[in-house]
């Protein structure tokens, strides 16, 4: 079995703002994963698979409050709680497709969600499981076969507006990179130096780079 991960690339969001002393609360919400399309890694997931593991994953994990999923992209099938930044609180069929919603939690990487989603970032959701793949006749996708086992509808990921975004937060000292102590002081000033030395050639490449590091520090 390999680890599978596929990725959609943007969600809504819904912000409900504070109330009566109650926190203001973020959830994304968009469509999670898709059924009978090749996707831009070249598989396809046929209904019947992956509505019968949605319909698991739902019982097993949405209804008792435990469908949690981390900010990034882990390496693995397990999710790590105490990287979780999110909870799914939804995830339904609509056609061949499964629209889910997840609320952003008041966690370490769940703050930092929210402060992506002030500064306007884009953000997308990526699926990860566990499955074997079968070549088409034709070879031209892998089908997901019967064994898939879904471990979380949905991670948080970025697109590349987000890293940029961070680095900017970054650069300017912003209140949220240093929410909870996240970050330690010697990382951000080294990713500091180091973008600030990148020669307009290497600048995006090196944002990439130091985004990447930052993340993998929390």
């Known amino acids: 079995m390999k680890l599978i991960c596929e990725l959609q ?3 809504d969001y ?6 009566a002393g109650k926190p203001k609360q973020y959830f994304i919400e968009g469509i ?4 009978e399309i090749k996707n831009k890694n070249g598989r396809l997931y046929p209904l019947d698979v992956l509505e019968k593991e949605v319909n698991r994953y739902v019982k097993e994990y949405v209804t008792p409050k435990r469908a949690f999923g981390e900010l990034g992209h882990p390496d693995g099938p397990t ?6 930044s999110h909870m799914i609180t939804s995830l339904v069929k609509e056609g061949k497709n499964f629209v889910g919603r997840a609320k952003i ?4 990487n769940g703050n930092i969600v929210k402060s992506f989603i002030d500064e306007g970032c884009m953000l997308g959701v990526s699926s990860r499981g566990m499955g074997t793949l079968k070549s088409e006749s034709k070879g031209k996708s892998q089908v997901v076969q019967s064994d898939f086992f879904l471990a979380t509808a949905a991670d948080i990921v970025a697109d590349p507006s987000a890293p940029n975004a961070f680095v900017e937060g970054i650069m300017e000292g912003k209140e949220w990179v240093w929410d909870n102590g996240l970050l330690r002081e010697q990382d951000v000033e080294r990713a500091k130096k180091n973008i600030e030395a990148a020669s307009s050639k290497q600048l995006e490449e090196v944002k990439l780079r130091e985004f990447s590091n930052l993340m993998s520090k929390l």
Request: aromatic share 4%; net charge negative; hydrophobic share 40%.
């Open 9 to 11: 690339e943007s969600v």
């Open 14 to 19: 819904e912000l409900i703002e504070e109330s």
């Open 32 to 35: 999670f994963m898709q059924s």
């Open 79 to 84: 999710v790590n709680l105490d990287k979780a």
């Open 105 to 108: 939690l008041d966690t370490p």
